[in-house]
């Protein structure tokens, strides 16, 4: 009996752990043009810890989108001089070919190559790509440029959905819009002034709902 009682205890843990690891982290992006729900990937866990723990101490609440070009991206986490919340360290980067730009994801803004050659991740910037479509026969053209072997459904996801190829394998992206991209088109769309700063701020509360 005992040996059973261990037996099952044994498989309770190992379930959860197997679970864990395929739960994705949701979270909730409320800002003062709508809600944007994101999930983190488990496979980029450097950047899905680092975020979740900006977002457990509510440092990005109040803050707002300092950069937002329409049909490129919209930007957050840190302010136009390029600070960075609580002056926390850069990440380590977690590039993938598996995670492009499609329209929705969400990366880590970072320094140019010239100062950053290992191109390590901002501690708390982020952006969510909007971009614009392109045709299957223009991606596989940048294949060659960039380096890059597109999978079939990479090239369908940038015809149908858009997104921003040309940063691929250039930022590391940790997560992805679930629900909410037509905010993400309302805020790209914001009338800017200089440095691409919107003339009314756009605030964002940033919460977990599911971990």
Not at 60 to 80: A, K
Not at 119 to 140: A, D, L, N, P
Not at 161 to 183: A, S
Request: cysteine-free; overall charge neutral; glycine content about 8%.
């Amino acid at each position: 009996m005992k040996n059973a009682a261990l037996l099952l205890s044994f498989l309770l843990i190992t379930t959860s752990a197997t679970y864990a690891q395929k739960t994705e982290p949701i979270i909730l992006i409320s800002t003062s043009m709508g809600d944007i729900k994101v999930k983190l990937y488990n496979e980029t866990p450097l950047h899905r810890d680092n975020f979740l723990e900006i977002v457990k101490n509510g440092q990005y609440d109040g803050s707002i989108f300092h950069r937002v070009i329409n049909r490129f991206m919209i930007q957050g986490g840190g302010s136009p001089s390029l600070q960075t919340i609580g002056d926390r360290p850069m990440i380590p980067a977690e590039i993938s070919s598996k995670f492009i730009h499609k329209k929705g994801a969400l990366a880590a803004a970072r320094t140019g190559d010239n100062v950053n050659p290992e191109r390590k991740s901002s501690g708390s910037q982020f952006y969510i790509v909007q971009g614009r479509t392109y045709s299957e026969e223009m991606v596989t053209q940048m294949e060659g440029r960039l380096g890059i072997t597109y999978t079939p459904e990479q090239k369908k996801a940038y015809a149908e959905e858009g997104g921003t190829p040309h940063l691929d394998m250039q930022y590391t992206v940790f997560g992805e819009v679930i629900e909410g991209l037509d905010v993400v088109d309302k805020i790209a769309a914001a009338k800017t002034h200089q440095a691409d700063v919107p003339v009314t701020p756009i605030t964002m509360k940033v919460t977990i709902i599911k971990m």
